[in-house]
Structure formats: C-alpha cells, structure tokens
C-alpha cells in the first residue's frame, strides 16, 4: 500500500471513529433526562439499558458476515442513516418494556457499525505496517465525549431536536468519509470466507477477551451510570450531570490517543499494565474518598486506564490470521461487549439494595485480576512502527 492511500485512510477511518459514537455520546447525556421523565427507578433502568448491549451481542452474531460481504465501507453508508432514526426511539419510549426495545434497535445496528470500523482499521494496520488502532479508538472516545458535550450544551432547544442535530451531521460527514476511503487491495472482492467454528478459533482470542471482559466492564458501568452518580453526588439537575460522561469520554480519548506512542516504547504487556493500575486508582478515587474533586479526578483516571483494553484486543484478534478477520474482531467484539451487557443491570441491582457508591466500589476485584492476566500479551513487539 502507497504511502498517500495509507495516510488517506488513517484520517479518514479515524473521521469514521469519531463521527459514529456521537449519537451514542448524546444518549449517555440523556439518559438521566430519560430515567426523571418515565419515572424509573435505578433497577427499572438497568433492565431497560439492557436492550442495546444484548440486541449488539445477538446481531455480532451473524454482523460479521454481512460486513464481510459488503465491506467497511458500503455497511458505514448504509448503517449511519439508519443509526440517526433509530436513536430518536427513546425519546419515544413510555415505560421499561418500549425503552429497552427502543435501545435494542439501536444496538442492533451499532453491531454493525463496530464490526466495520474495527475490520477496516485491522486490515489498515496491517496493509499499512503500522500502528492506527489506538488512536481509532481514541477517536471514538472523542466522538463519545464530544456528543455528550454538545447534547449537555444544547439541551435548551428541546432534547430531541439536539439529537437529531447532533445524528444527523454526523451522519453525513460520516458518509462522505466512508465514501473517500481508498479500498484495501483484495480486501472486498470476492465471496465472504467460510465462517470458522468455536473449537477451531485460536485459544488466544479467548484469553485476551477475558482480559478485555473484565476491564470493559468498568468502561460499561462509567458509561451507564457516571451522570446519574455525579447527580447523585452534587444533587444537581439531571441535565449537568452529562459532565461525567464528559470527563470520562474525555480521558479515555486521550489515553488512546497516547495508546499507540505507548504501546511501541513499553509493548503490549507494560502499556496494559500501566492502565489498568490506573483505573484501580481512579475508581478508588471516585468511591472510596470523599469530595468533588475526588470524584472528578477518579473520573479522569478511570477513563485513562481503561482506554487502551479494546483496542489491544482488536489488533491482537486481527494479528490472528487474514481470512477471519472480521469473524475474529466480531467475535472478540461479542466476548469483551457481554461486559455492557452484565455490567449496567448488575450496577443498578446492587445499587438499590447498597448504594451506586458501594456497587462501583465492586468492579476493584475484577480489575485486579485484569491486571494479573496482562501477563498474556507479549512483552513487547521489536518490530518498528509508525
């Protein structure tokens, strides 16, 4: 691949990662709006949040081979508009049952969104021989942030007009962007491959999805339940808790963005390790010691430390072989997202029976054993890279 086409499409799909999430970004913002507005209470609400990771799980299922039939680049123009509509559902929403229907379409076709970027990034770091899958995800930390933020501050022109505001521009620049990327040679030509079995994909996804199951669980439970704890904590309006997400997004972008520059000095193994310590510490900040400023620094740090979990994931599930790519990724995607799925409703259970406090205080135990399982990516890779 030619140094332009590899410099084009590094922009371009990390455009494509910052673009997408938005819509999910200004959901996150909107969720306490939504849990005063139908009157839920914390376990009402973890039952309803339900409905986008396990409808994501479910499609990952078979979102692989038709992402692999119709390449990254014609799923972004035909997933993004689609995305747009279906994230207004909730505001349509009139109790539990619609709210988790609603979201369960909209994770339906996030599947397929995550399936694409991912396997066109994968197949870019390795056409390109370098280092991209970071950043990527970095870029969509940003998105995520940048969505939030820009729900947060237009919340005064009514919520559903912001949204579809926010969705609907980044929906079409995201289409522009997909349809500029160059495509990678042989990539998307040709029958999708013969989708592999269970017992004869490599032990090693597995092992590097536990690993991501366990971290991606704390970015599942900040994700869902950060603007309702900061709520909780200052006593403000449901609508100014959306900074949470806002910090969090916010330094989880940046420790991806620093994820690659990391990842070739200390290897795959040190930059795990030093991320995942520093969640254990910002999660401690955020619900063992008191204040706000407490609060906020555990934000920051626990959106630090778990920033760079994923995207060693998927570069190592790519690094698996060429042919199963996507099958690969989606499958790792599966594993790593059941944490969304388990974490939200999990959270909000134990925190009507304890407090949100306490329930987060829960997710250390895990990350400990994160940390001792870095031990299964290498020490480092003395292969240069850009």
Known sequence: MDRRDAKRGTLLIMALFALQPMAFGAWLAMIPYIKDTLSLSKADLALALLGMPLALIVVLQFASRIVARLGPRRTFTVGLPVQTLLILTPFLATGQISLFLALASVGAVVAFMEVALNTYAGRLEKAADTYIMSRCHGFWALGVMVGSLLATTLFFIGPVIAVLVICATSAGLGIWAAQTLPKLQGQEDGPAPKPQKIRDMPRALFLI???????????????DWAA???SERQGGAPEDAGLAVTIFAGFLAAGRFAGDFMKARLGA????????????????CATVLPGMPALFIGLALTGLGVSIAFPLGISAAASLGDEHEAQNIATMAMIAMSSFLIGPPLIGFL????????????????????FYLTRIFPERDLTPKS
């Open 228 to 230: 309702v704890y900061l």
């Open 209 to 223: 999805a536990l690993f991501m199951l366990l971290v991606t669980l704390v970015e599942g439970a900040m994700h």
């Open 351 to 370: 925190a009507e029976w304890l407090t949100l406090r306490v329930a987060l205080m829960l997710l250390l135990p895990g990350l400990g054993l994160a």
């Open 269 to 284: 193994r040190g930059v795990a390790r030093l991320t995942v310590g520093l969640s254990i510490a910002g999660l401690v």
